[in-house]
């Protein structure tokens, strides 16, 4: 008993000529059947090649990409804040652990994350290059011919007329070249095509892409970020010297930074004094006076929230605001051995404030002894008074100020080689100054009061003076205006890729054997839509204008044209086109 096989049919000429009609609509790469890659180095090589550079990968990555930055959102990251990686780690120290083998405290500068991004940029370039060059020879190249039956596509139209073929294909071509398309004249048909924006559209968004990418790298192995705290009257020269903290990108280098300086002048801020938004900011600007290079001539500006100083590839952001009370401290003999402004770090929106001042020279007790001294303050710009039970402000602005200070002595270890903050205060080695009850000696000071230190060891001097400090943060990071510029890119080339429709369009004027003038129209777009039929119409109805129809010498007026198809009338396309 034989066996058969069944095959499908050979596709025929027809079916060949109406995939060369829709052929090279889109620069999109040809899915082809899946392959055993050959055996040997090079056919794994570009078995994997085509597979990194196909739709589908690069979709799937950048889905990845998407995914792997969300954990840098949610989980604390190293690299811009390390208070709360530590706090992180305190809290969950198994998880702690697990994360910082996997990378999830630097997730932008983890392997994995690179590895994702560098596969995503090399299979986004390996997609684009081939569809550019396939994009620039469909460019140089003409509209393929017509299709033999040019009633088979979707949307067409015919009709007969008395002028003549060249006549019919001149006033075809004047007309589709005043509707922007490409045409020309291919045989017994003119072909034209339009909509090439779309495939500009495409590229440009993938280009974009790759922009973005390179500018986001650029960014982040260049960026620098430091913060600077300046009391009115300060100043601040861009050095890494300056910097109270600073953090930088991989390939970062000092030289990188912009040389400039600046001084605060006065910081202005007010806030709203009654409603149910009280004591919300209502101006905050710090006015300032700068100047680039070495020997560059002073400038003055404003910086305001959101609102930064530009300067070259720099930015200087108002950040933060708080006091900073002028302490006066002099020795037994009566010296003034410290004269600053101190400034405290605000604990609340009222800018409750604490911090420490440390006098680490020049100080020497009733006995001569040479001491460092040390004090815990805690400041409210407006005190409720004892009425109100607590030692917090009630409102952010200079009230009614009050400062309580507690005094140590001994020695504050700054010797030691140690680096300290000059907020908080070692007291392993000091020692509490005492009051008559031998406790903690510590007194509240309005401005202009004087603290005198137990058993004549000095005295504290609270000015009348209370200046108030800016918080600056000083922002360099390349590519920002290549990541925005191709941002917008991405969005335009995405919107003409989705609203713009290639597609072509034939007309063939062959004459009949009864002499007349026979007029085919068709269009094909690259996707099923209403927009070719309803244009087809438009194109149909124009031409139709210029080679009107001519009746039939053997058919009555009121009769069918028996070669017209059932339903329809000269000149309205069969499928899909408008009615004219």
Partial sequence: MSKTTASDPAPSAEDRELGEAGS???????????????????????????????????????????????????????????????????????????YDKIGMFHVYSSVWFSAIYILLFVSLIGCIVPRTWQFVGQLRGLPPGAPRRLTRLPAHTTWRTTAEPEQVHRAALALLKKRRFRAHLAGDSVAAEKGYLREVGNLVFHIALIVMLVAFAWGQLYKSEGNKLVVEGGGFANTLTQYDDFKSGNLFTSDDLVPFSFNLKKFTGTYERTGPNKGTPRVYKADITYSTGAYGKDETDTVEVNHPLEIGDSKVYLVSHGYAPVITVRDAQGKVVFDDAVPLLPLDAN???????????????????????????????TFGGSASGTMLSQFPALDSPLLALSAYHGDLGADSGIPQSVYQMDRTNMKEFKDSDGKLFKKLLKPGETMK??????????????????????????????????????????????????????????????????????????????????????????????????PDPDTPADSPDPDQEPGTEPPVPAEGAEKQ
């Fill in 351 to 381: 800018v409750t404030s604490s911090g420490v001042v440390k006098v680490l020279d020049g100080y020497r007790n009733a006995q001569g002894k040479k001491e460092q001294l040390g004090f815990n303050a805690f400041f409210v710009p």
């Fill in 453 to 550: 230190l137990p058993n004549g060891a000095g005295s504290v001097t609270f000015g009348k003076d209370v200046k108030e400090w800016a918080g600056f943060q000083v922002v360099q990071q390349p590519g920002s205006g290549w990541a925005l510029a191709g941002a917008l890119a991405a969005i335009g080339g995405l919107a003409a890729s989705l609203f713009i429709q290639r597609r072509r369009v034939w007309v063939r004027a062959v004459q009949g054997a009864d002499g007349v003038t026979v007029v085919e129209m068709a269009g094909l777009g690259r996707s099923e839509s209403a927009k070719v039929p309803e244009e087809l119409g438009h194109l149909a109805g124009d031409l139709y204008e210029q080679a009107p129809g001519a």
């Fill in 24 to 98: 090279q609509l889109s620069t999109a790469p040809k899915e082809e059947a899946p392959s055993l890659p050959s055996l040997g180095v090079v056919g794994w090589v570009r078995w994997f090649w085509r597979q990194l550079t196909s739709m589908r990968v690069a979709l799937l990555l950048l889905l990845l990409l998407s995914l792997g930055a969300i954990p840098g959102s949610l989980i604390p990251q190293s690299g811009s804040d390390e208070t709360k990686v530590a706090d992180f780690r305190k809290a969950h120290p198994t998880l702690g652990d697990v």
